[in-house]
């Protein structure tokens, strides 16, 4: 029996009652699709489930925590139970159960379900160096790279340090370890976010869940399903979006992961989308280390939970409205402007310092904000006798929160110049990225080189084209070209990647014209930065 079919059966056997239908999907993998046939309530979708899948089924760190299975359980005392976040409870499940069932050993009750869930091919999984190839200059490179290093920092201390892994009949490598994340992520759901969006009065103690049947609906920005979790499970209905009729042809569901740029459905899931709404880049913003104040204003990041980074949105989003313009035509989120307020201010606009004595002192390293870690909040403090807190203040004002800059800021004089010095401040780092970008291109063409030769044996997947050799390049000899092969998810994943190097490179370049074209109409219209500006000329 193929593996689909022996999934539904598992699914019926165990208690999924369902319309719907797991198949492949045009360019998609696997999505799901109402069968016309078993739909007895199509006429009316909100009368009747399209599907239920029974709580005994539905993944979570609760529920692997309780399983029968012995070296999962020896596993999770050796990590230690509380050291086990939601996360690594469903990450260890998948990836016992997929060596299990790929080991040949005694099949376990969701070894249907591990068995027909396909291979996840996104930038994490690839081979690095492909990545760093096709991706190469890109901000969405130095994510990746940061995942994969943080990834195998886990998978060493787990299986060395831990030996976390030595009991299992088999032991996993840092690539099922990958997998098993990527499998994780691409497919999990939050149960919390929609029990409070839906004013559900059940109490949930994990949040993220793993639902068979459900996980294999395809993402559109639109979703034309909605699902509830009650005390008996998840239940699934159509919405408006969904058009069933008797003479149609079976429509496909589609889950919304949320509003997702192209970065982001690239770095988790594997795919992009060709007209994406959704137009926003997030690239880190180092604080310069020579600034007098560079200490004061770090200890007010790290306080307030502001991280060294960015968000800037080419257009403005349906759903997104704590957004704020900081010129035509581009907005930032309200934490990027606190960033770059902090980061604009001087002694001269009443910017200083002081020291207070808390109860806990602590001392931040200037290399814990370095350009690599992003994450102020996740930097090792380290206490110091001689040094308290240092709190910044403005004209005579602590700022000990982000509703004090908000009362603050925008009521300073020199308000304008600070907010043109931000824009100056975001355009050189775009620069920056766009200049890394250019520079990248001989390594993105020695990638393409190498895979023309090993995509030698590639057929067109899906309306995608094979790459084709290079008639310059020598051809692999028979007995290499097995070795070679990467295979056609890996050849669509490399085609996208191809399009979203080219993509960010010219939504960098519009955030750029949008920010020069921002800075000189600031300069020809504001009459304060004019005077402020010939003023400091007169004092040079």
């Not at 982000?402 to 780092?429: C, D, F, G, H, W």
Request: charged share 25%; hydrophobic share 40%.
């Amino acid at each position: 029996m193929p593996l689909l079919a022996q999934f539904q059966s598992w699914g019926r056997a165990n208690g999924i009652t369902t319309s719907l239908v797991p198949r492949t999907a045009e360019g998609m993998g696997i999505g799901l699709f109402v069968d016309m046939a078993t739909d007895q309530n199509h006429q009316d979708t909100d009368s009747g489930d399209l599907l239920f899948v029974p709580y005994s089924l539905i993944l979570s760190r609760s529920s692997i925590l309780h399983q029968p299975c012995s070296d999962l359980a020896t596993t999770i005392g050796t990590i230690g139970e509380d050291a086990i976040t939601e996360r690594l409870a469903l990450v260890l499940f998948f990836l016992y159960e997929r060596l299990i069932l790929n080991h040949g050993s005694t099949p376990t009750k969701f070894a249907p379900y591990i068995a027909v869930l396909p291979e996840i091919s996104t930038p994490i999984t690839l081979d690095p160096e492909l990545a760093q190839g096709y991706l190469a200059g890109t901000i969405l490179l130095d994510s990746v790279c940061a995942k994969r290093k943080t990834l195998e920092a886990e998978y060493a201390q787990l299986s060395g340090n831990l030996g976390a892994f030595e009991h299992w009949p088999v032991k996993p490598t840092v690539a099922d370890f990958i997998w098993a994340d990527a499998t994780v992520w691409s497919r999990v759901l939050s149960f919390q976010s929609q029990v409070k969006e839906s004013e559900n009065e059940l109490e949930l103690g994990d949040d993220l869940h793993m639902v068979p049947y459900l996980d294999f609906a395809n993402h559109a920005n639109q979703s034309n399903i909605r699902w509830q979790v009650d005390k008996q499970g998840l239940r699934v209905w159509g919405n408006e979006h969904l058009t069933l009729t008797e003479d149609a042809k079976e429509p496909e569901v589609f889950l919304s992961y949320g509003e997702k740029p192209n970065t982001e459905l690239l770095f988790l899931y594997g795919f992009t989308l060709k007209d994406n709404p959704t137009k926003f880049l997030t690239f880190s913003m180092p604080m310069d280390e020579e600034d007098p104040y560079y200490m004061p204003k770090v200890h007010t990041l790290m306080r307030q939970g502001i991280p060294p980074r960015i968000t800037l949105y080419v257009e403005r989003s349906g759903t997104t409205t704590d957004l704020v313009e900081l010129c035509s035509g581009l907005w930032i989120t309200r934490e990027s402007l606190y960033l770059l307020w902090i980061y604009s201010l001087n002694e001269e606009d009443g910017l200083s310092a002081l020291i207070e004595e808390p109860e806990v002192k602590v001392c931040v390293p200037h290399e814990n904000l370095a350009e690599d870690n992003e994450e102020p909040e996740g930097v090792d403090l380290e206490d110091e006798e001689d040094i308290g807190r240092l709190i910044m203040t403005i004209q005579g004002h602590q700022i000990l929160s982000n509703e004090q800059l908000e009362a603050i800021v925008p009521k300073l004089q020199i308000y304008p110049v600070l907010m043109l010095r931000a824009s100056v401040m975001v355009t050189t780092r775009v620069e920056h990225y766009v200049e890394r970008i250019m520079e990248s291109g001989d390594k993105v063409q020695m990638t393409e080189d190498v895979e023309a030769v090993r995509a030698v044996n590639y057929e067109s997947v899906d309306g995608v084209e094979p790459v084709k050799p290079s008639p310059t390049l020598p051809q692999p000899e028979e007995n290499q070209e097995e070795l070679l092969e990467l295979g056609p998810h890996v050849a669509c994943l490399v085609l996208m990647m191809k399009n979203y190097r080219v993509e960010e490179m010219k939504t960098l370049v519009r955030i750029g014209n949008l920010l020069g074209e921002g800075q000189a109409k600031a300069l020809e219209e504001n009459e304060f930065i004019q005077e402020y500006l010939a003023k400091m000329q007169v004092q040079e």
